[in-house]
């Protein structure tokens, strides 16, 4: 990609702190938004990542009662981590998306939808795989921003742009006067350990084809986004195309493993499709796979036979 430095960064400026090994090496990005009598955050990142946002914050004369909005982009624990701690410190209210706002709220909750949604999820650890990245403290949520709504930070008004599919409660901002558009994790680099997370195929190819139509019909220039660098409308258009064939890949090897092995269960079919593209078989890797079996019994491609699945 270009060197960042080429991008518009309009009203607002990236906070990143750096994830573990285990999430490839990654950054997640907070933003800051800064509309001149008032501010916001978009997202709050990981507990080990406070202090990255208190010197940027510090550093700009922002302090308790300058942040009038937390903005989540959904609920998983990178993303919510500091909730409550900007609640603290900056007076913040915090806003997201309804489907998940008690999730949001409650970070023990939070955890086991995401880590024990499934039986065969409940062996890993609650604390170490998603608590541990969360500040100790849960923030309730004041107000929900859906897919329409517009919220004003001081003179920079965000368009909010629904875009579901990685959590079925994600959602992007659009600010039109800069032409920049911050996706969140609808955009995720192809080397992460973990298999490309989405609760829902069919929801997450409508959401990037959605992407690609926003980003032409609105003009977008620069599209900003959690973990990765900021990008060109082309640049971002190509990430989220690729993303897409990564869903449609993982549906092939579902359905083709299904056919070879007729009865195959949960946690075997997960453990094939993530060795077949080198992921880690994991709690998140659940959600994914579950999300296509689902996918594939609706069209009438699969049957449930004894535990597991076969072809129809
Ligand atoms: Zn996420
Ligand atoms: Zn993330």
């Known amino acids: 990609m270009s060197n960042p430095a080429t991008y518009a960064e309009g009203?607002?400026?990236?906070?990143?702190?750096?994830?573990?090994e285990y999430e490839g090496n990654a950054v997640v990005n907070v933003y800051l938004v800064e509309g001149g009598t008032e501010n916001a955050l978009i997202d709050t990142g990981i507990h080990s990542g406070y202090k990255d946002i208190q010197k940027v914050l510090t550093d700009k004369g922002i302090g308790y009662g300058d942040i009038k909005y937390v903005l989540n982009s959904h609920e998983h624990m990178d993303h919510v981590g500091n909730n409550a701690a900007v609640v603290r410190d900056y007076g913040a209210k915090i806003g997201t998306h309804p489907k998940y706002k008690d999730w949001v709220a409650n970070n023990q909750l939070n955890a086991e939808m995401l880590v024990h949604r499934f039986e065969e999820g409940k062996s890993w650890d609650l604390q170490q795989e998603y608590l541990s990245w969360m500040g100790p403290e849960s923030a309730p949520v004041d107000f929900e921003i859906e897919d329409?709504?517009?919220?004003?930070?001081?003179?920079?008004?965000?368009?909010?742009?629904?875009?579901?599919?990685?959590?079925?409660?994600?959602?992007?901002?659009?600010?039109?006067?800069?032409?920049?558009?911050?996706?969140?994790?609808?955009?995720?680099l192809p080397n992460d350990v973990v298999i490309y997370l989405h609760e829902d195929p069919d929801i997450t190819l409508a959401s990037h084809a959605k992407l690609s139509q926003f980003i032409r019909e609105n003009g977008v220039q620069t599209v900003l986004s959690a973990h990765g660098q900021p990008c060109s409308a082309e640049e971002a258009i190509a990430w989220s195309n690729e993303c897409a064939d990564r869903v449609r890949n993982i549906a092939a090897s579902v359905l083709r493993n299904i056919r070879e092995a007729p009865g195959i269960g949960f946690v075997e079919l997960r453990d094939v499709v993530c060795e077949e593209f080198g992921k880690s078989k994991e709690w998140r890797a659940l959600i994914t796979i579950n999300g296509h079996v689902e996918s594939l019994l609706r069209k009438g491609l699969i049957v449930t036979q004894g535990n597991g699945w076969a072809v129809a």
């Not at 009203?11 to 573990?20: E, G, H």
């Not at 001081?154 to 996706?183: K, M, T, W």
Request: charged share 20%.
């Open 11 to 20: 009203p607002f400026t990236a906070i990143t702190s750096k994830l573990n």
């Open 148 to 188: 329409g709504d517009k919220v004003e930070v001081g003179n920079v008004r965000l368009d909010i742009v629904g875009l579901p599919g990685h959590s079925l409660a994600e959602v992007g901002f659009h600010h039109a006067d800069s032409n920049i558009l911050i996706v969140l994790d609808l955009l995720l």
